[in-house]
């Protein structure tokens, strides 16, 4: 502007080519659309900008304008710039929650698809349990109904495996070559290490179906090879489904390394609560082998055609512990790693983003449009465009204001209406937090206790008004109940209702004035929108007249027991019909 047109035009010669120079080298806001039309056109766009407001300098100059409308002329445009700067790093963002969010989905399809594994595998459990005896053919025909390549891709069988004892296993070999004209024998796993001396039980594979492509897994040892035994002996003591180490599938034929995932059951009629409970009542595994690419991608929705995954067994991500996907280099690592556990089998996920992926939506359109309509604000008169924008600002500020008393007024009206409400009740309503302060009280629970509502809100816990014999004696027993320790304190009126939403409970209150008063007292649980636990609400009830009907009626039944007992002469009771 001080310059004249030779200043201008260097102005706009320098801006321009800094701009193209950082696109071509993948740098700043145009870098990453410019090899798309639209992005051509963001730059094309951009360049015009600087060329009008080089031309719009010098015009202020020849029309006299004063040196501030180009001072504010070119302050607005560094801001632009800036703010565009700024909305590139928010799209950077965008694209990062993005990235994260389709990880997060896609781990949720892996997740989902081991979940309907075990189902399958609880389903066949529940089968071998209500019949043991299950023959070969019943088992090969309900395997066949569940359509295992179709519905359950990468699993290559189900199967049933059973503990059988050392000097069993004769007679069990005996009675599974009766019950299968195939044929059956129990043998090691291929390459398994010998068998340490001394008695030791087997696990053997009993059942295993489609039978064609897993005859040689039918009769296996799976105990024989540690890691299969290692896996099997985890779900029968913890009572949950496994996975085994990444081994190779006998039944695989060389499609890479596969997992077998347990699911142990136990006799229905036998307690498993205990790690020897469940040993006692094993009656042996569901199992199914499965390839891990294959499984792995089935469990891939269509939002993983964005992403670049990799998949290793394990907290390794060396090539050996490789299970899916190319793998990470030093020229392309990955953008982001994360964990998953599995049945027991942690597996690290390294993630990238594909060519497919959708970057945020780029709007520099917006921006230059924005900085252009600010050079015609200025141009037309920046005066009445400030004068426009105060009025706008104070008709706006007294609409906000008058919207805020209103909804002050709103909300007032809602408050008195509610305590209202809880005035107008002869029960007794306590509101506490969660730590046990009490929040709120209605006019039911001062005339109740003879304390008025200052002495209790925001000063005292529901413990100022219970017997301390009482609080005690209520721990000990929900301690014994709920099989964990429950504190005598507030938590003992609460411990119930966190577990169930509410608990009902004869107490007695401790009036003001000391004296007792016998209540039925139900503590409800009170949650906000997302189902976090904010408080509770205690509502009791008067029953001391409960109590003296109760007491004058047990009292008139003994003296009629004593008149009965010590009369006399003979007693009879009749109806009025003489009955």
Sequence with gaps: ??????????????????????????VGPFAQDVATPTGLLHLQVFLVAVGLVALLLESFRNLGAGRLAGVVLLVGWVLSGGWLSTL????????????????????????????????????????????????????????????????????????????VRDDDLPAFV???QRADPRGFEVKPVPGAPPRPPGPRDVFVITLIEPHASNAAARGLDVSSEPGRRLALEAARDLGTPRLSAPITLVQAGGHGPGYLLFVPFYAPELPRDGLEERRAALRGWTYLPFVAAEFIGSSLGVEAEELTLSVYDGTSTETGALLFGDGGTEAAPFAYRTQLDLAGRTLTLGWGRSDRFQQAPWTSQLWTANALVVVSLLAAGLVISLQNTGRQAR????????????????????????????????LSIIATDTSGIIREVNAGAEAMLGYRRAELVGNATPER??????????????????????????ETFVARARETGSDEHEWTYVRRDGTELPVQLNVTVLRDEAGTITGFLGIARDISRRRAVERALRMSEERTRLFAEHAPAAVAMFDRDMR
């Design 88 to 163: 590139q790093v928010q799209r950077d963002e965008a694209n990062e929650l993005r990235f994260r969010a389709l990880i997060r989905a896609t781990e949720d399809g892996i997740r989902q698809r081991v979940k309907e594994h075990e189902a399958l595998l609880r389903g066949a459990a529940a089968l071998w349990t209500v019949d043991p005896d299950l023959t070969p053919d019943a088992w090969a025909t309900y395997v066949r109904t569940l359509d295992l390549p179709r519905n359950f891709p990468g699993v290559l069988g189900l199967g049933v495996i059973l503990p």
């Design 1 to 26: 502007y001080l310059l004249g047109p030779v200043g201008a035009a260097t102005f706009a010669l320098v801006t321009a080519a800094v701009g193209v120079v950082m696109t071509s080298r993948g």
């Design 395 to 426: 008709r706006l500020a007294l609409q906000r204001t008058a919207d805020l008393a209103a909804s002050r007024q709103e909300l007032q009206e809602v408050n008195r209406l509610q305590r209202a409400v809880l005035d107008s009740s002869s």
């Design 465 to 490: 008004i219970h017997l301390r014999a009482e609080v005690l004696a209520r721990a000990a027993e929900l301690s014994a109940e709920l099989g964990r320790p429950v504190p005598a304190g507030f």
């Design 174 to 176: 005996v009675a599974r």
